[in-house]
């Protein structure tokens, strides 16, 4: 094994240390007593009380759930629609500027995509409320999902979809009972990309919400252009804490899963021989 020299382990301490030092503080001072945030007066937890009857932060927190989760939806269903017809169409009439919409959001400043979706919804008389902002985030977050099914759908074993078919499978049924759970982990993958860019997307946001829907990065962005208020690091720990629980949950899943596919593939060659 390779050991790590002084220049490699500086080099990551620094990295990890500009990274995370940031987010350690913010929690620490979450639990801080005083209402000033850069003054410590011991600790409490009464901000995350003041947090939870806070009504403008729940109804943004609902608003953004509520987006993420609509928008990462219809995201995902177009976006597979569009990787395999860019995988599987072939060449046909038109597949240049197809590709090219689809890819196009990748590239686009956020700016201008959203300055345009308000030009559009204003063109059409469509009041800004929760649909513009669900249209626009399953605009620009379809790409990505497109991105990661294609890559799936490239390497592929199409061998698998032609015996479907030969044992008298619809195309439909071969798609649904073959292709579909084969690259089910890339369209999960991608729906959970879809969300997180949900969540985390204010230039947009800020184009296409409207009085009635204010998202929660919109609401956070407001509260602190007024100073950065306590309830704002209570409500940051939160976040911080549920995606800390995500990540550590879907890695011992996956370790779980590589684990057994280890024994069966240890049980199977024991079978063989």
């Known amino acids: 094994m390779r050991r790590l020299s002084w220049f490699n382990v500086t080099s990551l301490t620094l990295g990890f240390a500009f990274l995370y030092l940031p987010m350690v503080i913010l929690v620490i001072y979450s639990f801080n007593a005083s209402k000033l945030v850069t003054v410590w007066a011991g600790f409490s937890t009464k901000w995350y009380g003041e947090l939870i009857q806070n009504e403008a932060f729940l109804d943004a927190a609902w608003v953004t759930l509520k987006v993420a989760v609509i928008s990462s ?11 395999y017809v860019l995988v599987r169409g072939g060449r046909f009439l038109g597949r240049t500027l197809f590709s090219g919409m689809i890819y196009a959001p990748l590239v686009m400043p956020e700016v201008i995509t959203g ?18 902002i669900v249209l626009a985030h399953t605009t620009f977050s379809m790409c990505y999902v497109s991105v990661v099914v294609s890559s799936r759908l490239v390497s592929f074993d199409r061998s698998l979809e032609e015996a479907a078919l030969d044992l008298g499978s619809s195309p439909w049924e071969a798609f649904r009972l073959v292709t579909l759970p084969i690259i089910a982990p890339a369209v999960i993958s991608g729906w959970l990309l ?7 997307d204010l230039v947009i946001a800020s184009f296409t919400s409207g009085p009635s829907a204010t998202t929660l990065p919109i609401k956070i962005f407001s509260a602190v252009r007024l ?8 409500l940051s720990t939160i976040m ?4 800390t629980v995500g ?3 879907a890695s011992l ?18 079978a063989n021989g």
Do not use: C, W
């Open 73 to 83: 939806t219809f995201a995902t269903i177009l976006g597979t629609m569009a990787a």
């Open 115 to 132: 300055l345009s979706l308000l030009l559009l919804f204003i063109g059409i008389g469509l009041d800004r409320g929760v649909l513009t």
């Open 194 to 200: 879809a969300f997180t860019l949900s969540l985390d």
């Open 227 to 234: 100073g950065v208020s306590p309830e704002i690091n209570a």
């Open 240 to 243: 911080i804490a549920i995606v």
């Open 247 to 249: 990540v550590i949950s």
């Open 253 to 270: 899943v996956s370790k779980r899963n590589s684990l057994r596919a280890q024994k069966d593939a240890q049980a199977a060659e024991r």
